[in-house]
């Protein structure tokens, strides 16, 4: 199994970037497991926000993602990367990783398909 920890998070302003990382250590290879980030704010469903293949050659986005959160891995260093750029008050959430290992290069944006979940890190942006 992986253990996965998220770090990265803060009080920002709107308009400002934040560069979000999820590490993880274990047994097997990082390279072997999809990632994703998700966010989840009280009283909501979680929001699936982006996945990455094992690979790190393709990625996956939310509508609501797409233009301003990017996804990118590093796996000689176990760790998974979301930059958000022009933070808004509505992106304010725990922002989660999660993994799965795969036998293929690919990706989910359901929560079920997801076994490793890390704690979670807060972003919070000020109006």
């Known amino acids: 199994q992986v253990q996965l920890v998220e770090s990265g998070g803060g009080l920002v302003q709107t308009g400002e970037s934040l560069r979000l990382s999820c590490a993880g250590s274990?047994?097997?290879?990082?390279?072997?497991?999809?990632v994703a980030w998700f966010r989840q704010v009280p009283g909501k469903e979680r929001e699936f926000v982006a996945c990455?293949?094992?690979?790190?050659?393709?990625?996956f986005y939310a509508d609501s993602a797409k233009g301003r959160f990017a996804i990118s891995r590093d796996n000689a260093k176990s760790t998974v990367f979301l930059e958000i750029d022009g933070l808004k008050p509505e992106d304010t959430a725990v922002y989660s990783c999660?993994?799965?290992?795969?036998?293929?290069?690919?990706?989910?944006?359901?929560?079920?398909?997801?076994?490793?979940w890390g704690q979670g890190t807060q972003v919070a942006v000020s109006s």
């Open positions: 999660a993994a799965r290992p795969r036998p293929v290069d690919d990706c989910s944006t359901r929560t079920g398909d997801y076994d490793y």
């Open positions: 274990g047994r097997t290879p990082f390279a072997y497991y999809r």
């Open positions: 990455i293949v094992p690979s790190g050659m393709d990625t």
